[in-house]
């Protein structure tokens, strides 16, 4: 099987260490990795697949002879460095927000818009880590009717806001069970054993740029760019895994049993819906968990046409770093058939 | 100023305790307090308004001479003794869902329908605590417009689940911040740095017993019988507050200003809804507060006639002990009135 030479920019982010976990966890053919990082880190070692690598600063002459870049890193740093790597023929997938809106760019969730990657110009988005999680969980469910109207409620993990935001929750948290009171430092309130509405600036709309991002992204994955949705993104104590709350409406009626019956079979999404056990998704049980997990479904008592539903996913894996490793192994898969022509 | 005697029933839980607080603190008129619980705690001493009480048994002859009985106790507790305490001639406020929708006890969020006290044949109902918050903050906004249907949410603490439930949180948290692993006892799962469906059984209809209760019980406070309303409860690892996003559907177009102004003026709630600074409700803010409140206010950009909003109350306070005080303040008020005629 033909190998590929791999660059990470941001490896060492919360985003940028799953990926080197995931790239090797799935064996994905990688020739040669690169590991790239700020001036800071550059110099330190990391391990990869068995082997020590030194980190290298991130700069425009990263991606000579580099196949695939993988981007972990914030909006400026990807638009500064992004078109470097395509000139130098990388495939760029960037987890930032820079390119998710473009549309020469794809955004790609691949359980559910695979065929958006044929028509890459060198760059295709990893999608907003709730848009991720959401699409993959409720696409399977379009079978059952036209989505008429969404309104989410969101749970989200302080890894979502990357490692100093999982350290500001464990620092906080130790704080105040040993009798202090949290100081907040990275987050602008006190995370532990407190939820705040999420952490980016409210926009034009009276939307924070979080849920305009959800909206905005969740359209474009499903392809649906006038569906009506609603979302309040919110912060809570939790590592690493978002969790949901969505209400669907649909066009006609549909049943709970059709639902289980199409996500029981759903690539990417595990049913966990046992009522009489009272076990649904959590975002512990997810963590570190590939799949989604839906569960809660039930016929909305306020809507003839509406399930409710619950979701949970890894905001590290499906949301941000195994979604980016998945388009990778797509296009892999897609530069096999071209050469096989 | 006329003073009446006051039992307190389940005095040792997370709601008794907080119930002697509030009577207290707004100096309602007591001439004689006394503090029931189980067998167990019988003979301990608590402190109230400076005066050291023994805790008695509870039991059917507890109630004579008593003018006004608080119960915060479990449903069948209550449904065992509250019919004594009103032969014995006692008023009861009832915290527990023993008498919440029995027809001949009003069910009372005192800013909100008063006039239902009027009514009563000796047991008034204190609401399921999301009831309370969620309609003392929403509504104000019938001015605006009616009620066309209800999206809830809730991000629900442990004290919702009493003493035991609050210290499951802080011993897990300290167990697992000091590495080790968290071990359910109270909750059926972890409940430090995760969250759950709502950890009561799940009825007929598909939603648990706490979802139904909101959905009957907001009906019944609001007067708005067929009220379309759907929700989902979680249980999020918060000490004492709970919070939800509310999407509120009306007849017709409503304006973010004017629920702003109806909510400026309201009793029992505090606008909070600072878009510029990023200030909105959050539970660690409300607790051992009064007031319910309301941020994140913005018009649903999913549909026309609805709003978003975010709110977050005290769940110890205006969810229980505030609420059963606040009905026992204008069953004074309401003897004054007949008295003086």
Same mark, same amino acid.
């Given at each position: 099987m033909k190998q590929y030479s791999v660059a990470v920019a941001g490896v060492t982010g919360a985003v940028g260490s799953e990926m080197l976990k995931v790239l090797e966890r799935r064996n994905f053919p990688v020739s040669h990795l690169k590991a790239l990082a700020s001036g800071r880190s550059a110099g330190k070692q990391i391990t990869f697949a068995g082997q020590t690598l030194t980190i290298e600063e991130l700069n425009a002459a990263s991606f000579d002879g580099i196949d695939i870049a993988l981007f972990a890193t914030d909006t400026?740093?990807?638009?500064?460095?992004? @078109?470097?790597? &395509?000139?130098?023929?990388?495939?760029?997938?960037?987890?930032?927000?820079?390119?998710?809106?473009?549309?020469?760019? @794809?955004?790609? &969730?691949?359980?559910v818009n695979a065929d958006a990657m044929r028509d890459h110009t060198g760059i295709i988005a990893n999608p907003n880590c709730v848009a991720a999680i959401l699409t993959v969980a409720i696409n399977p469910l379009r079978k059952l009717g036209n989505f008429r109207r969404l309104v989410i409620s969101t749970y989200q993990s302080t890894s979502g806001a990357g490692a100093p935001g999982m350290q500001e929750l464990w620092e906080q948290t130790k704080t105040v069970v040993d009798g202090g009171t949290a100081e907040p430092k990275f987050f602008q309130h006190p995370i532990a054993f407190n939820l705040f509405s999420h952490n980016t600036t409210i926009e034009e709309n009276g939307y924070n740029g979080e849920e305009n991002k959800v909206i905005c992204e969740a359209r474009r994955i499903l392809g649906l760019p006038e569906l009506p949705v609603t979302v309040t993104c919110v912060r809570v104590p939790v590592l690493r895994a978002h969790t949901m709350t969505v209400n669907i409406e649909f066009d006609g009626p549909v049943s709970v049993e059709a639902a289980r019956d199409a996500l029981s079979n759903a690539p990417g999404v595990k049913l966990q819906d046992d009522r009489a056990n009272n076990r649904f998704p959590m975002p512990l049980a997810v963590s570190e968990l590939d799949d989604v997990e839906v569960g809660r479904i039930r016929q909305d008592l306020s809507c003839p046409n509406a399930l409710d539903l619950?979701?949970?996913?890894?905001?590290?894996?499906?949301?941000?770093?195994?979604?980016?490793?998945?388009?990778?192994?797509?296009?892999?898969?897609?530069?096999?058939?071209?050469?096989?022509?």
């Open positions: 400026p740093i990807s638009k500064e460095f992004a @078109p470097a790597a &395509v000139a130098a023929g990388a495939v760029v997938i960037d987890n930032s927000s820079a390119y998710r809106m473009d549309p020469a760019c @794809p955004l790609v &969730v691949p359980e619950f979701i949970a996913g890894d905001q590290l894996l499906k949301g941000a770093a195994l979604n980016a490793v998945q388009i990778a192994e797509m296009w892999v898969a897609q530069q096999a058939r071209v050469s096989s022509k």
